[in-house]
């Protein structure tokens, strides 16, 4: 972190394009990105926060989820990284904090018409939480989750607990919902079997989907990235992006279609 100080000036600097558009998905379907961006901070352990800010913009999508996202803390060397990546995207944004500049974030083409920060009542020696969005999607409104939970190895009652209660708020939407984010838990283990359970059953029919490795990035050994969503959306396609080591962890990506026979139920 001390390395790190003398780098802000330049940081602070640096030009972003200001052309970068999103995709006008066809009606009904939306591209969605799930990504840790580690404070700035490379997989080899660079200080770094233009070079996946740079990949991302290569990456369009809809609706972007990021988490560990610093806001002038220690973590990041006292860097706004929110209004850093602001400035290089041409779309509305909200930042929820977790722990004194330590939090999560999402950016979106479509309009926000509201949003909130939902703290865990259950926490270690970081306090984490969930951003909520209502988004209008073509004069439909979605619910959209970005969250980071616990990070202690497993078992881990914490992160349990934490899960259990993101299952509660996600239980009382009637709406169509989408939950990204980086959830430190691998597909066998409790947590992630929990939010099977209530997401859509594509993942329980296609276990495959989560096999695929997203942590570390450079050289991945475990999958604790998601995208999960209601049964009213059709998954269309999912990957996990090979961002060259930008961050730790490997984006997950999602397009993904409203059904309109489930929208009526």
Do not use: C
Not at 93 to 115: Q, W
């Amino acid at each position: 972190l001390i390395l790190a100080v003398p780098l802000l000036p330049s940081l602070f600097s640096l030009k972003t394009s200001d052309n970068v558009r999103l995709p006008n998905p066809n009606a009904l379907e939306l591209t969605v990105m799930t990504t840790n961006i580690r404070y700035g901070w490379t997989d080899d352990y660079r200080f770094e926060p233009k070079k996946h800010l740079q990949w991302l913009q290569r990456q369009p999508a809809d609706i972007v989820g990021y988490q560990e996202v610093n806001k002038g803390s220690l973590y990041g060397s006292f860097m706004d990284l929110y209004q850093y990546y602001r400035s290089a995207f041409p779309d509305n944004s909200v930042y929820g904090d977790a722990s004194y500049g330590f939090g999560n974030s999402l950016s979106t083409r479509l309009n926000i018409k509201d949003s909130r920060v939902l703290p865990y009542r259950s926490s270690d020696m970081i306090q984490r939480s969930v951003v909520w969005t209502l988004l209008d999607f073509n004069n439909m409104e979605i619910e959209v989750y970005v969250t980071h939970v616990s990070h202690l190895p497993h078992p881990n009652k914490i992160r349990q607990a934490q899960v259990a209660e993101l299952i509660e708020w996600i239980g009382r939407s009637k709406r169509p919902w989408i939950l990204m984010g980086d959830f430190n838990a691998q597909p066998h283990e409790p947590e992630i079997i929990e939010l099977l359970k209530v997401s859509n059953p594509i993942f329980t029919q296609k276990p495959e989907l989560l096999k695929e490795l997203s942590h570390e990035s450079l050289e991945p050994t475990m999958r604790i990235d998601y995208i999960f969503f209601s049964e009213h959306f059709e998954l269309v396609e999912q990957k996990v992006l090979d961002n060259q080591g930008t961050a730790d962890h490997r984006p997950v990506l999602a397009r993904l279609k409203l059904n309109k026979a489930v929208l009526g139920k």
